[in-house]
């Protein structure tokens, strides 16, 4: 029995040392799998390192308007990504140079000197120096205290030019990849990036603000010009048509005064000859008497003299129109003079006060440092008449117009504004257009506002125009104020 | 065939006769491994051809009813020396449901190399279902076995079917099992 078990006892013997084998082999792949999981789960760490890092770096273009947010941002990441705690940038604009505390340890660590910052900021690439190529002892001695014993820079250029340098501290014991630093590099490049983008975007902005700017000043320079020219043509051609009415006006004229006088003598005769014929029964009588009761000649005396009144009206009439359009042609002539403006609108008022006394109620709002205007007194006090009037026009029942006179910057400013109907937008671009009126054909000739404004601008000044339809209308006024020599 | 199958028979030897038997079973087959059988170790198939050839004669046992018999054992000896843990399962049913799937499948993991038979249980009711069988080795006579043993542990009765058959020149074996219990 001894035997046939000490046979067995050898096959298992025979079997373990086989089992052992086995399990030697099978913990050596286990160890080497190990191995490789460990080496491939390093490189994974690495890459999201890496990748963490750029999407840091990517997200900056967030904070892009704010400069030192973003080189924080760049530095801190940095920092973390290549497994250091220490490091501080400085920012170089407008020929000064800010330097920020370190980060990972606060005020106390020295700056570079300036021979630093200059060989730095001369650098186009990163760089690792250690402390004792900096030949600045002071610093050398505070950065070896704290551990640190290299530093890595890190330029960031704008536009060419290197503004912005990251400092990164190194301790003694950092062993940092090359391909880890050219990372950083490159991400340097895309924070250059953001900042040069940054610039541009400003740049942009400005300009825009600039060019809208212009193109209002343009625009307005424009519609002054349009109207100018309306004005400097119509102004030559009322010259011509003045100058061509008046001769015959001045016969006409004349003529009817001739008229008025003969009809005063004929109609005294006829007067006496009724009175004669009245008092006789001859044939020349009678035939008289005929002749008046078929021609009436009471009435005919009466509607001659009716008429003659209705031809010195229109004469009239006629000669104020001509007196209007001669003022296109003829603004510059007169020598100008200093006059107060406050004084002008006082003298205007008393002369329009019977047209506006009955339904406008006139407050006054002068400023009274105002400075004086050279100019033409009576122009601008037919200016003034003529907003006045055509103020109260604007009212239909009671109303009020408010006057103010005022100084701003070099400007006097006059200011009229009433309670009446408004002019309507359609209507606010021809209100200064010689001959336009909204009024009817015998009440105005829509030549005020035209001649206004060709005073005004003789004068160097400028009319402004606000309305609503149905509140009521505002005139501004600018002219040049006198400066004063003391 | 796995080292552990060796390992089986050798119990089984040792169960049902001696030590001295299953000596001279291994002299007579003049295996190539001398009879030193490891778990996970894989062997020729004629060594256990050879070896359970020499053991029924030896016996005086008829080969099918050797194998048989071997297979109830078998099932014992996995479960509880066997590599794998057979898991909750209450029925045959439930164990064969997941042979391939489960207990094949751990069974590869830890030695790819190993062949292992393919199985494929269809469920008809609950207490019976259609069994395919495919192997290389065309022992359905040892996995009639293995079943047999299966359904004694889980206290179970098993009446066998076995209308398809690879030594008839079937593609596959295919039984229909019907199961009674467990009580």
Known sequence: ?486 | MQGIIFNALEEFVLENADMEVWNSVIEDSKVASGGAYTSGVSYDDAEVVALATNLCEKLGVALNDGLKMFGEFLFGFLLSKGPIEVGNYQTTQMLLAELESVIHRNVKRIHPDAYTPFFEYTPQSENSGELIYRSKRKLCVVAEGLIQGAAKHYGQTVAFDHFHCTHNGDENCQWVLIFSGPN
């Not at chain 1, 809208?212 to 020219?229: D, G, M, T």
């Not at chain 1, 117009?401 to 006059?414: G, Y």
């Not at chain 1, 200011?415 to 109907?421: A, C, L, V």
């Open chain 1, 1 to 486: 029995m001894s035997d046939a078990y000490k046979k067995a006892y050898e096959r298992e013997r025979l079997a373990r040392f086989a089992a052992e084998k086995i399990l030697d082999e099978k913990t050596r792949e286990v160890q080497s799998s190990i191995e490789m999981i460990q080496y491939q789960f390093n490189d994974l760490m690495q890459q999201k390192k890496e990748s963490d890092y750029l999407l840091s770096v990517a997200s900056l273009t967030k904070k892009a308007d704010d400069f030192s947010l973003v080189v924080e941002g760049f530095l801190l990441a940095s920092i973390e990504y290549l497994g250091v705690s220490m490091g501080r940038y400085s920012i170089l604009k407008n020929r000064s140079l800010k330097v920020s505390d370190v980060y990972g340890y606060g005020k106390g660590v020295g700056h570079l000197n300036s021979e630093n910052y200059k060989s730095i900021y001369g650098l186009r690439r990163k760089n690792i120096i250690a402390i004792n190529e900096l030949k600045n002892s002071d610093l050398e001695a505070k950065l070896q205290d704290i551990g640190v014993d290299r530093i890595v820079f890190i330029p960031i250029s704008c536009f060419g030019k290197v503004t912005t340098v990251c400092e990164i501290f190194l301790p003694k014991d950092a062993f940092i990849k090359e391909e880890i630093l050219e990372q950083c590099e490159v991400s340097s490049y895309q924070i250059s990036n953001i900042l040069e983008g940054n610039e541009n975007k400003k740049k942009l902005e400005k300009s825009y603000i600039e060019i809208k700017s212009s193109h209002e000043k343009i625009k307005y320079a424009q519609s002054q010009l349009v109207q100018s020219e309306k004005m400097a043509s119509l102004g030559q051609l009322s010259a011509g048509i003045a100058h061509e009415i008046n001769n015959p006006i001045g016969f006409v004229v004349s003529n009817i005064g001739t008229l008025k006088e003969y009809m005063g003598a004929i109609s005294n005769y006829i007067m006496l000859s009724n009175k004669l014929v009245s008092a006789s029964e001859s044939d020349i009588s009678n035939k008289m008497r005929a002749i008046d009761e078929e021609e009436n000649f009471s009435f005919i005396i009466d509607d001659i003299n009716e008429i003659i009144s209705d031809c010195d009206s229109g004469l009239f009439r006629i000669k104020e129109i001509v007196a209007n359009l001669k003022s296109f042609s003829r603004l510059d002539e007169e020598e100008k003079l200093l006059f107060n403006i406050n004084e002008c609108i006082e003298n205007i008022i008393k002369v329009v006060w019977n047209e506006l006394k009955y339904k406008v109620d006139l407050k006054r709002n002068f400023s009274y440092e105002i400075p004086m205007i050279r100019g033409h007194e009576g122009q601008i006090g037919q200016v003034i008449m003529n907003m006045l009037v055509n103020a109260s026009h604007a009212i239909e029942t009671q109303g009020e117009v408010f006057v103010e006179t005022r100084q701003e910057d070099n400007l006097v400013k006059i200011i009229i504004t009433d309670t009446g109907s408004g002019i309507s937008d359609e209507h606010k671009s021809k209100i200064f257009d010689p001959f336009f009126t909204t009024k009817a054909v015998d009440e105005g000739t829509g030549l005020g506002l035209s001649v206004s404004y060709g005073i005004i601008e003789s004068h160097g000044g400028e009319i402004k125009v606000r309305s609503k339809v149905g509140e009521g209308t505002c005139f501004e006024i600018s002219l040049p104020a006198e400066k004063h020599d003391n």
